[in-house]
């Protein structure tokens, strides 16, 4: 790859040929033709190294088409991640998937573990972009726990549709045996703590929640609440109808964090009415 990146910028794509790849790199032409994919894959090929842009196989265009490769090549392997299971796929499928060579993958990523790890990490980006956003607009929609519950719901709704990721993400954990990999992981999982902390203390400061509160246990318990919801949908699909309760899960969270002036709550209100209606 190193080599048909100095060849591409002496010269045209069309005018490179895969025995002078070889001569150029050093490796037998089988070689090449094995990680290439043959004479006609080659302007691909240089394409998706980053070495040419798609219009003329020249030098130009670099780094717009080595991203958008590079992005081809995470769906792609999140597609196949979850046709497959992180064990089952290989970066041949990968590769397949996304119209490239494996050499085109290898160049982006230094191998599958490599790659799931970018996958999960561009999950936590999103993720730790989304939800603060989220929060905000809850409570602009709404006050305390209605505005809890409105929250809470969303947060079901998008649990149910992460569920090809979280499989992966617990797959790629349990199976994963790369020390770095695994620091890698949980250095992810610190920042997304991290980033919910101004969240936490937002709500404190503004009084949305008990101003007592401590940021950083209220940031824990929403994420091991929101992620055990997860977990167990992950693990019991078809059981607990997490979308009916909901408001219920919400009302347990707001009992442990409600400003000291605030109500019972509306919840807490139908709650009480039920249990002290007389039996039929």
């Given at each position: 790859?190193?080599?048909?990146?100095?060849l591409?910028?002496?010269?045209?794509?069309k005018?490179?040929?895969?025995?002078?790849?070889?001569r150029?790199?050093?490796?037998?032409?089988?070689?090449v033709?094995?990680?290439?994919?043959?004479?006609?894959g080659?302007?691909?090929?240089l394409?998706?190294?980053?070495?040419?842009?798609a219009?003329?196989?020249?030098?130009?265009?670099v780094?717009?088409?080595?991203?958008d490769?590079?992005?081809?090549?995470?769906?792609?392997?999140?597609?196949?991640?979850?046709?497959?299971?992180?064990?089952?796929?290989t970066l041949?499928?990968?590769?397949?998937?996304?119209?490239?060579?494996?050499?085109?993958?290898?160049?982006h990523f230094a191998?599958?573990?490599?790659?799931?790890?970018?996958?999960i990490?561009e999950?936590?980006?999103?993720?730790?972009?989304r939800?603060?956003?989220?929060?905000?607009?809850?409570?602009r929609?709404?006050?305390?726990?209605?505005?809890?519950v409105?929250?809470?719901a969303?947060?079901?709704?998008?649990a149910r549709?992460?569920?090809?990721?979280?499989?992966?993400?617990?797959?790629?954990?349990?199976?994963?045996r790369?020390?770095?990999?695994?620091?890698?992981?949980?250095?992810?999982a610190?920042?997304f703590?991290?980033d919910?902390?101004?969240v936490?203390?937002w709500?404190?400061?503004?009084?949305?929640?008990?101003?007592?509160?401590?940021?950083?246990a209220?940031?824990?318990?929403w994420r091991?609440?929101?992620?055990?919801?997860?977990l167990?949908?992950?693990?019991?699909?078809?059981?607990?109808?997490?979308?009916?309760?909901?408001?219920?899960?919400?009302?347990?969270?707001?009992?442990g964090?409600?400003?000291?002036?605030?109500d019972?709550?509306?919840?807490?209100?139908?709650?009480?009415?039920?249990?002290t209606?007389a039996p039929?």
């Open positions: 790859m190193t080599a048909a990146r100095m591409a910028g002496e010269k045209p794509a005018d490179i040929s895969l025995a002078e790849l070889a150029a790199s050093g490796v037998s032409w089988p070689t033709r094995r990680h290439v994919g043959g004479r006609d080659l302007p691909g090929f394409v998706a190294i980053g070495a040419a842009s219009d003329t196989a020249g030098p130009q265009g780094g717009a088409e080595a991203a490769t590079r992005s081809r090549i995470l769906e792609a392997a999140f597609r196949t991640f979850a046709r497959h299971g992180y064990s089952g796929a041949d499928d990968v590769a397949a998937d996304a119209g490239l060579t494996k050499g085109a993958v290898y160049w191998g599958k573990d490599d790659l799931c790890m970018a996958l990490e999950r936590f980006r999103r993720e730790a972009a939800i603060p956003e989220d929060i905000r607009d809850a409570v929609d709404g006050a305390g726990e209605r505005a809890l409105a929250f809470v969303h947060e079901v709704q998008q549709k992460g569920e090809s990721w979280r499989r992966l993400g617990l797959e790629f954990v349990s199976r994963s790369n020390p770095a990999l695994r620091h890698r992981y949980a250095e992810l610190r920042k703590y991290d919910t902390l101004p936490a203390q709500l404190i400061d503004s009084g949305v929640v008990a101003k007592d509160l401590d940021p950083q209220l940031a824990v318990v091991c609440i929101l992620l055990g919801v997860g167990w949908m992950t693990q019991d699909p078809d059981g607990l109808d997490f979308d009916a309760m909901a408001p219920r899960l919400a009302q347990v969270m707001w009992r964090m409600a400003p000291g002036d605030a019972a709550g509306p919840m807490a209100e139908e709650a009480a009415s039920e249990r209606e039929e």
